[in-house]
Structure formats: structure tokens, C-alpha cells
């Protein structure tokens, strides 16, 4: 089989090192040879496993549904694909998780167009590329969490602090806006997780997926139960 370029877009961690210590290097999830495994827990690694997982701690959450139509759709598919840590063709710096039930629509290889694109130069363009994609991907965009908590921050107040940023208020006024931050749910007279500016955009970042959380925590994907905090959007090009 010869070297395909492919294409993903997720949430990653950009920074990895060899054995690095925030992933958990024995997960199912990183068993790219697995394809009738089980989880940590000793349930099927699929979606229809993840789906019963989900429903269990999550009664009424609608995702479950979303992954069941996603089983049907590729039954041979593992859970696996989900993640992406390449170290042959890829950057082995580069870990991407991709919301199951947007697998489909958001990865792809082999395409026609980005091969042609890929060998418009002298020769082909085969370094593996990562680019931050900041405002995150819909419908998950517009939406944030303090990250170092791993709670979701409510969007309207978060984008006023953006927006002062962006237009560039006294530092007394951010420092403001970052005070009126709350999280989400939380009651207006709650202080909010932010003393200043500084601390706010130190650690407001765009809010994942429930489903990235739930296949992390289902797969045991990272050493401490908030890894996936650390994730941040990308468009991720490499070739295997």
C-alpha cells in the first residue's frame, strides 16, 4: 500500500514528548493494531460501547443516539480511529482526538485534490503540518471553558472580554470584563474563576466536544481525569 496524504480536523495536544507523561500509554485508544478490543474498564471498545457508556453516566444525553447511527453507518470501524498519534509519517509531537460521530466529516485521505495540491511544487510536499484553528469548529465554535478547571464559562460574557481585547480597552476595563466571567450555570452574584485580564486569557479556551470528554475518560486516554483540558483545535495534514 503506498503513502496516502491525509487530513483531520480535532482537538489536540501539539507538544508531546517521548513517554510523555500526560498520556496514558497503555489505552486501548492507542492500540492502533486493536480492532476488537475493550476498554478498562472490560467493555467493547466500539461506538455502540461507547454509546452504552455514555447513556449510563449521562442519562439523557443525546450523543448516545448520534454514535449508535455512526455504528451502523461503518460497523467495521474501531473506536481507535478516533485518535491520531502518527510517529512514522506523522509529527510524533501531534495527538488529535476527532468527535466520533463527526469521523466521518472530519477526516479523510487519499483525496484527489489535496494530492494534486500536495505536488504542485518540485516534489511532493510530505511535511506533516499543524495549524491552530482558534475559534474551534461548528457547531462547537463560540463556546469556551476555563482550562484549567475543565468547566464551560457562559459564551455571551466570555465573547465581551474577546471583544474587548479585540478592540483594544484600557487595562482597567479588561481587567473588568474579565471579572464578569462566570461559569456557566452558576448564579449572577457567583464571583467569577477570574481576578484579571492576564489570568482570563492564560486559561479561557474553546469548550470540547461532550463526546471528546466522554471517549477519553471511557478509553483512559490521559494519566489525570482532566487531560483533555489541554486539547486545542487544529487542522492537522500529515502522510502514512
Not at 500536495?118 to 511535511?127: I, S, V
Amino acid at each position: 500500500m503506498g503513502t496516502r496524504i491525509r487530513k483531520a480536523i480535532g482537538y489536540a495536544l501539539t507538544d508531546l514528548e517521548e513517554n510523555d507523561p500526560r498520556i496514558n500509554w497503555a489505552s486501548p485508544l492507542l492500540d492502533f493494531e486493536l480492532f476488537d478490543g475493550t476498554s478498562p474498564d472490560g467493555e467493547p471498545m466500539t461506538f455502540d460501547g461507547l454509546a452504552d457508556y455514555i447513556a449510563r453516566n449521562n442519562p439523557g444525553s443525546p450523543i448516545p443516539g448520534l454514535l449508535r447511527v455512526e455504528a451502523k453507518i461503518r460497523p467495521y470501524t474501531p473506536l481507535n480511529d478516533c485518535v491520531i498519534h502518527d510517529t512514522e509519517g506523522g509529527d510524533p509531537a501531534v495527538l488529535v482526538v476527532v468527535p466520533p460521530s463527526y469521523l466521518g466529516s472530519w477526516t479523510h485521505s487519499d483525496d484527489d485534490i489535496d494530492y494534486i495540491e500536495a505536488h504542485f511544487g518540485e516534489g511532493p510536499d510530505t511535511d506533516p503540518v499543524v495549524t491552530p484553528v482558534p475559534g474551534g469548529f461548528y457547531p462547537f465554535n463560540g463556546v469556551f471553558m476555563d482550562r484549567q478547571t475543565g468547566l464551560d464559562l457562559i459564551a455571551g460574557r466570555t465573547m465581551g472580554f474577546r471583544h474587548g481585547i479585540r478592540d483594544g480597552v484600557s487595562p482597567e476595563e479588561l481587567d473588568g470584563l474579565a471579572r464578569n466571567i462566570r461559569l456557566d450555570g452558576d448564579p449572577v452574584d457567583t464571583p467569577g474563576p477570574f481576578t484579571n485580564a492576564a489570568e482570563a486569557v492564560d486559561r479561557i479556551t474553546p469548550r470540547l466536544p461532550e463526546e471528546v470528554k466522554h471517549l477519553a475518560s471511557f478509553g483512559a486516554l490521559f494519566t489525570d481525569p482532566l487531560g483533555w483540558s489541554g486539547l486545542r483545535p487544529v487542522h492537522y495534514k500529515w502522510w502514512s
